[in-house]
């Protein structure tokens, strides 16, 4: 007789045309497991649908080799400069496309939601993500900035897209407003 | 013995979130064909990656039903509205996955190239733009605006990005910058 399991493996993304984040954890029970992260990124000097292309291609892969149940992708803020706001709406796109050709659901959280999730706080700076990132999952170094991003989209998806309270039900010692690790 | 025909058929996508148009004609020498053309609408009622798994999905289907050789893509302009920008970026990156995902290359113009080509001036109303289409393309009743504009960008590309100059070249009569159908 096998035990069924219901295997949580979330995929969380920080997109951008640059630089693409991405971070693979899974949960067993109330717990997270770290998997794997990393970052893809589209040369400069191609043109946009090549670059497009390099996004799509490398999600579709991370998709294929860590195979998650569930896809979260950063939701992205507008720019002062609306081109740029043209070029991060349009690698956004091209994140969603491949998740969802894929299969997978998708969940979108705002930076904010994030940072309350892991932090504590909505205006944590990026060093204090990536701090509680490695923290939470146990991490013998830290990972880049884009890629912490992404674990700390997949943390805040595992926790139902919910703050610290959820983190204290789930066993993490919270106080005030801040997760003890 | 077969003849080897070496058979242009352009997609064109004006691309939107609420409706991306698509258009294909196919290259006959110097002479162009109408195939197809319509519009992938998705719901506004639906989530963000509903709606961009609705124009992924729609686009790759007009791909493998039409089988084009190669695909254009308008370039869009920043809203007023940033939020609508974003909203147009990540539907425009949908489409470029979609085409580059079926492994077709993508051309890019402006709407000024593209009613530059078809009307002969890129300050051209909408309804110059579906006239144009159905006159140079032969047909017997005028398509929607999005498709209309997407059939334009195909003509365009058609003609190498180029203007009435190069359409006179190919057989049309051009006068006063305009051309005459």
Same sequence: chains 1, 2.
Avoid: W
């Avoid at 717990?31 to 090549?50: F, M, T, W």
């Avoid at 081109?83 to 904010?112: K, N």
């Avoid at 991003?149 to 610290?164: E, F, N, R, T």
């Amino acid at each position: 007789m096998t035990l069924a399991v219901n295997l949580v493996r979330i995929l969380g993304i920080d997109p951008g045309l640059r630089v693409t984040g991405f971070g693979v954890i899974e949960m067993h029970g109330k717990q997270l497991r770290y998997v794997a992260s990393g970052c893809i990124k589209s040369n400069d000097k191609h043109s946009l649908p090549e670059r497009i292309a390099t996004l799509f291609a490398g999600i579709s892969e991370v998709v294929a080799t860590y195979q998650p149940t569930q896809a979260v992708v950063e939701k992205v803020f507008v720019n002062v400069n609306p081109q740029s706001t043209l070029l991060l709406g349009q690698a956004r796109g091209a994140a969603l496309s491949a998740l969802v050709h894929a299969g997978l659901p998708v969940a979108e959280y705002t930076a904010l939601q994030v940072k309350q999730a892991v932090v504590g706080q909505g205006k944590a700076a990026k060093e204090q993500v990536q701090h509680m990132v490695v923290k939470l999952l146990g991490l013998a170094g830290a990972p880049t900035a884009d890629a912490a991003d992404a674990l700390a989209c997949a943390i805040c998806h595992a926790h139902g897209g919910q703050g610290l309270g959820a983190m204290a039900t789930a066993g993490y010692r919270v106080r005030g407003g801040r997760l003890l690790a």
